[in-house]
């Protein structure tokens, strides 16, 4: 079964190169200017979508959550709901945001974290949704972002493989573009935990699912690891600066890091090649420098039955015989003399009877 989905047009699938999603999150700290300054640095780094994040916060957190105590240094509120309220964006807002990422050719997708919030996204016209680990064993939420038909990814932070498992099987009876993501939901995520096999596990026991990774970890060199393990989406928190205000800045790539990442993702691709070895053109003439051929360890006369000590191995290769042909030149006579040097060929040997 082929694996495939697609997002704003890019289409997905084993033989893409890695679409890479920026996850804003809230590093945009409920700015504006700062969230489309995101976008543009995004887009110039090479990814291919920006991610946000939409809550209905007076329905999604009980009473008692949204009105707690949150006064920290990352805290734009005096209660948790406040804090939260502070870094939602409205439709009017996200309009704009999509407009900047649709001019630069980036998609712009959110999370939904209740079904409110996936209805206005849907009415917003999102290209696909996001749906995070906390999420995975809500199927109620999995099931209603699903019938909105488009490309849903799902992160599976924290979860045991029956999770996945009801969780695929709650959405694939409703949609069938759906994207796995293996995630560790640890901020940052050590490395030991990152568990990349489980790539492999997902793209065996979902062929119709495209496999990705959301990664907490602290670099770049995962997510190559990652697509070389089958995984052809890669989501990384971003931000302008990891000394910003707020949790998520510390464990989220610069634009540098985002460049450099994209680079090497799309360098994998092309560097996995077909899996037939064969040489390159590129190879002949450093090898023609480097590879032997086989010569006259002396000058030889006419006649002479070649042994061990008359033949050498030497370089440059090319225009002779090569080094492994060597038990097959022993004890035929030569036809002509060489010298020194001079390259034996299969036109100046008879062949072991004697004959020409």
Not at 331 to 350: I, K, N, Q, S, V
Request: aromatic share 8%; glycine share 8%.
């Amino acid at each position: 079964m082929d694996r495939g989905i697609s997002i704003s047009g890019r289409v997905i699938d084993d033989e893409s190169d890695c679409y890479v999603i920026a996850e804003l999150g809230h590093n945009h700290q409920g700015d504006m200017q700062t969230a489309l300054q995101l976008i543009r640095e995004a887009a110039q780094s090479g990814a291919d979508a920006v991610k946000l994040q939409k809550r209905h916060n007076r329905k999604l957190f009980t009473k008692a959550m949204f009105d707690s105590p949150y006064e920290n240094r990352n805290s734009y509120g005096a209660t948790y709901g406040e804090h939260r309220e502070f870094l939602e964006f409205d439709a009017a807002q996200y309009r704009e945001l999509m407009d900047c990422a649709a001019s630069l050719g980036v998609a712009l997708f959110a999370t939904a974290f209740d079904p409110w919030s996936a209805d206005f996204l849907a009415e917003l016209g999102m290209p696909a949704f996001k749906i995070a680990s906390g999420d995975l064993t809500n199927l109620p939420l999995l099931r209603h972002v699903a019938d909105l038909g488009k490309p849903l990814v799902i992160s599976t932070g924290g979860a045991a493989m029956d999770d996945v498992r009801r969780a695929f099987a709650a959405v694939s009876a409703l949609n069938g573009e759906i994207c796995l993501l293996q995630c560790t939901s640890g901020y940052p995520s050590e490395f030991h935990e990152l568990n990349l096999r489980v790539i492999e596990t997902f793209r065996r026991e979902f062929p119709s699912a495209v496999v990705g990774l959301s990664a907490h970890d602290s670099g770049i060199a995962m997510p190559v690891v990652a697509y070389v393990l089958g995984a052809r989406v890669v989501e990384k928190h971003f931000t302008l600066n990891r000394a910003m205000r707020g949790t998520d800045h510390a464990f989220s790539l610069e634009p540098v890091g985002l460049r450099k990442m994209v680079r090497d993702l799309r360098r994998a691709r092309v560097a996995m090649g077909d899996g037939v070895k064969a040489p390159f053109e590129s190879e002949l003439k450093p090898l023609g420098k480097m590879s032997k051929k086989l010569v006259a360890a002396r000058d030889l006369p006419a006649g002479q039955v070649l042994a061990l000590a008359d033949v050498a191995v030497k370089s440059p290769g090319g225009g002779g015989l090569a080094p492994y042909e060597l038990d097959s030149v022993l004890g035929r006579t030569l036809l002509r003399p060489l010298a020194e040097d001079e390259a034996l060929d299969w036109a100046d040997l008879t062949d072991l009877n004697g004959l020409a």
